[in-house]
């Protein structure tokens, strides 16, 4: 059974849409814990549109369970992080311009920058997880920089337009977690996964860990945060 990571970003987006104190992502992350979530995951950006470094550090403090911290290999974001010291680092590509993150992260095209980036918060004991697209050349890049995990980006399978569409990315990643699991390393999922599409994704054999957010953010607003993220929990477990 997949553990839920909870992706906490956009209760924080509510609140700076008003620059105020609420609602406080800290406090979503308590009700996530309550309600079974295995993990806490947010966003530090750049341009701190929504996570702020007081977020992060406050629920380094507080959160219970494990604490992935999703940033860019950016040195000032690096050093923030081998400060905090989350249980586990996800690297991600970062546009100033993207409403969210678009495709995963080029780790063939960038090695040299995600490469230092990673032996710096392996050095600092920080797990590190790299989010990349279903690619066989990308998950073979990030055995070699030495990751013990891979997010695969599962953007494309939840905008699909037609069932056909959807089982064929489905099996794209489905091959791609293969080959990830033969590499040995740790299969993630995440990126638009709601609670209509979770399902086939959350029964593919190898996968340890699935990040959701918005979808639960979205249901919470109507439902209550506890009830969200527990109904969540029920569609991963199955």
């Known amino acids: 059974m ?15 849409a008003r620059r105020t104190v609420e609602p406080d992502p800290v406090w979503a992350a308590a009700l996530a814990e309550l309600a079974g979530a295995d993990g806490i995951t947010l966003h530090l950006r750049e341009d701190r549109r929504h996570i702020q470094d007081r977020d992060l550090r406050v ?7 494990k604490l992935n911290l999703e940033m860019a290999a950016e040195p000032s974001i690096t050093e923030i992080a081998i400060d905090v010291r989350p249980h586990q680092a996800t690297l991600v590509p970062e546009r100033r311009e993207e409403v969210t993150t678009e495709g995963g992260l080029d780790v063939v095209g960038n090695r040299d920058r995600v490469a230092k980036c990673v032996d710096r918060l392996l050095e600092a ?83 340890s860990e699935l990040n959701i957010g918005h979808s639960i953010v979205a249901r919470a607003v109507m439902v209550g945060f506890e009830r969200a993220v527990r109904e969540m929990k029920e569609l991963v477990a199955g």
């Open 59 to 65: 629920l380094k403090q507080t959160v219970q369970v």
């Open 125 to 207: 004991g920080i797990e590190v997880s790299l989010f990349i697209d279903a690619d066989r050349a990308q998950i073979d890049a990030s055995k070699k920089l030495g990751a013990q995990a891979v997010e695969l980006h599962t953007g494309r399978y939840a905008d699909a337009k037609t069932p056909a569409e959807q089982e064929h990315e489905l099996h794209q990643l489905i091959e791609a977690g293969r080959r990830a699991l033969e590499q040995g390393l740790l299969l993630h999922m995440g990126h638009g996964l709601t609670y209509r599409n979770v399902v086939p994704i959350a029964r593919i054999a190898g996968v």
């Open 2 to 16: 997949p553990r839920l990571g909870v992706n906490i970003d956009h209760v924080a987006t509510i609140r700076q």
